[in-house]
């Protein structure tokens, strides 16, 4: 064998070491995509990514009593959804999911403006609908249902 076969054999050898390793990438690439997409598509079929508020639940209580002008966290429906209360001016009781709707951050009741505010973005809410007033938030803030009982104030459920 002279030298030039010999370059030429070396060369294919190394053009079909690069077609097997790039079958292998190309396979490995096709197996974590797939796996990504079906890691994905479990998540959102059991509710990972949901929007924090959007479910109701059965009616619970969430505070003895709340004063005119004050307010009260708490979890609704799930333990992992934060919820603020509060009583306005003319002793309506509202309560919303206090995740903002930009990034996530919790909203904080204002006493003073009457008024709901998100500190990561400037973001304010409206206290008696949980639109939006002002900042970047895309979405209301979602309401839930509050009820007031002789024995407490309960969340949600549809029923006094
Ligand atoms: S997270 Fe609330 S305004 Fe950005």
């Known amino acids: 064998m002279n030298e030039e076969t010999r ?4 060369l294919l050898d190394r053009i079909r070491e690069d077609r097997l390793v790039t079958r292998r990438d190309y ?6 995509v797939s796996g990504g997409l ?5 998540a959102v079929a ?7 508020g959007t479910e109701t639940g059965a009616a619970r ?7 005119t002008g004050e307010s ?36 904080l009741w204002i ?7 998100c500190p990561c973005h400037n973001g304010v809410f409206d206290a008696r609908s949980g ?9 209301p803030l979602p309401k839930i249902e509050l009820r007031e009982r002789s024995d407490g104030i309960y969340a949600g459920g549809g029923s006094a």
Do not use: Q
């Open 72 to 107: 009260f966290t708490f979890s609704y429906p799930g333990p992992d959804d934060p919820a603020i209360g509060m009583r306005l001016d003319d002793d309506s009781l509202v309560a919303y999911s206090s995740v903002c709707t930009h990034l996530a951050c919790a909203v």
């Open 61 to 67: 209580k969430v505070a003895d009593s709340v004063a």
């Open 38 to 42: 079906l890691a994905g598509t479990i």
């Open 7 to 10: 370059a030429r054999r070396h």
């Open 111 to 117: 006493k003073e403006s009457g008024k709901l505010e």
């Open 27 to 32: 396979l490995r690439l096709l197996v974590t």
């Open 46 to 52: 059991s509710g990972i990514f949901r929007r924090h």
């Open 131 to 139: 639109d939006v007033l002002a900042g970047p938030p895309p979405r």
